[in-house]
């Protein structure tokens, strides 16, 4: 077609366009004219600008792509199933210091071993924007990363091994569902800032250090929903079905939230300087509902079990100004 510069089939009843519908992934030469290859690695490995899919791929022999500075790639709506099956990471990085983004489309790493990752993203990097996602490894890590700012709206991470998503000190993770489906795993989060994330586990714990979480939810089957220490939490939901909603560590404040567990303690503390503010917090739990923390302020505390409301063995105790609800203990 030359007004369009463009190769175009005929399919039996109309000219589509030769980029439409045989599994071809477009991207741009040194030249900037368009290219195609039939894999996602040759077409990011051999182009110069983003790479492009036209159709649903799957790649099962091991092609592992290597994030490089710059260099984005659009799913564009399609599915890309990687199902080589060794401990091979879908996509991985060996430069630091870049910022990239995979945007609009679904990452399924499939049929690999426990120790494969679909994004082993964990050298040091300035921005990683993972945006309108479905990303799944059906056997082992799903997310793994170490980025400065770290951008997931509108996406999902689901893995199934110990530490199926795991942050390593970024200043900053926006959005995202982050999810570990395996029965024993946890999730580990770290750094200053996470914002309107959502993680939930199965028989884990999701982990928490980072200095503020904001607008967040955390959610566990049989387990402690967060675990967290030198942590401020604001805003955030807190949901644990037959554990602790919240265990405490050390300089730890819970501001504004919202945490329940159906049997457990709602929060517990081990170590000093643990704050309750402002929040909402409700168990049925058979003991208390919270558990040798030692400052309490302003907050709606409900026992539907037959515990106590508060339970201290601490030596320092503050309780001000909260409302106790006690619907079967004492």
Request: hydrophobic share 35%; proline share 1%; net charge positive.
């Amino acid at each position: 077609n030359t007004d369009l510069n463009a190769l175009y089939r005929y399919d039996s009843f109309n000219w589509v366009a030769l980029a439409a519908g045989f599994g071809i992934v477009g991207t741009t030469d040194s030249a900037g004219s368009p290219t195609f290859y039939a894999t996602v690695k040759a077409a990011y490995d051999a182009g110069q600008g983003s790479v492009k899919l036209y159709s649903d791929i799957t790649e099962s022999v091991s092609r592992v792509i290597q994030m490089k500075n710059g260099r984005d790639i659009d799913l564009n709506g399609f599915t890309y199933t990687y199902s080589a099956t060794d401990g091979s990471n879908m996509f991985e990085t060996l430069d630091q210091n870049c910022t990239f983004r995979i945007i609009n489309g679904r990452l399924l790493r499939t049929g690999g071993l426990v120790a494969s990752t679909l994004l082993k993203l964990d050298k040091t990097q300035t921005q990683i924007d993972i945006i309108n996602v479905y990303a799944e490894n059906t056997n082992g890590i799903c997310l793994n990363t170490k980025a400065s700012v770290f951008n997931g709206f509108s996406s999902s991470f689901i893995g199934n091994a110990s530490m199926s998503n795991t942050f390593t000190s970024p200043a900053k993770v926006n959005g995202g569902t982050y999810v570990n489906k395996n029965s024993t795993g946890n999730q580990s989060l770290g750094g200053n800032h996470i914002q309107n994330a959502v993680f939930r586990v199965v028989g884990g714990r999701n982990f928490g250090g980072a200095s503020i979480i904001n607008k967040c939810e955390f959610y566990s089957e049989t387990n402690a929903a967060l675990n967290f220490s030198n942590s401020t939490v604001m805003n955030s939901y807190m949901k644990s079905v037959s554990g602790s909603a919240t265990q405490n560590g050390i300089n730890t404040t819970m501001l504004n939230c919202f945490a329940i567990s159906s049997t457990g303690v709602v929060a517990s503390a081990s170590q000093p300087n643990v704050k309750i503010i402002k929040s909402t917090l409700i168990t049925s739990s058979s003991s208390a509902c919270l558990q040798n923390i030692e400052f309490v302020e302003d907050c709606n505390i409900t026992m539907n079990g037959v515990g106590v409301g508060i339970l201290n063995s601490n030596k320092v105790l503050k309780i001000v100004n909260n409302i106790i609800k006690i619907n079967f203990g004492s």
